[in-house]
């Protein structure tokens, strides 16, 4: 059963990296198509950003609401983020002690 246990803390801590590297691709992709560097009737960044914000956002939706209004910036992404590189070692390690 030990193994497993190693096996599936890999697997978390396996799909938090790629959620935090997804996470970081689209906060570049906002705040480049907010600064005007990016134009979104291209189909590729369409395509992408769109994806990505179908991901997101029932992740950051109720953050959004939860964290007061700090004039117009979005610090919802980087709460996220930092809560998957900073809470999921601690996820694992609990996986594997339960083993």
Do not use: C, H, W
């Not at 590729?44 to 991901?55: A, T």
């Amino acid at each position: 059963m030990g193994n497993f246990a190693y096996l599936l803390a890999d697997l978390v801590m396996g799909l938090s990296s790629l959620i935090s590297f997804l996470l970081l691709i689209y906060i570049i992709f906002s705040l480049l198509i907010s600064f005007g560097v990016v134009n979104t009737y291209n189909q590729f960044v369409s395509i992408v950003y769109g994806s990505l914000y179908k991901l997101f956002e029932p992740i950051l939706g109720p953050i959004r609401n939860a964290l007061p209004n700090l004039g117009g910036i979005d610090f919802s992404p980087i709460v996220v983020f930092f809560a998957l590189r900073y809470l999921t070692p601690f996820i694992a390690e609990a996986i594997i002690r339960l083993a």
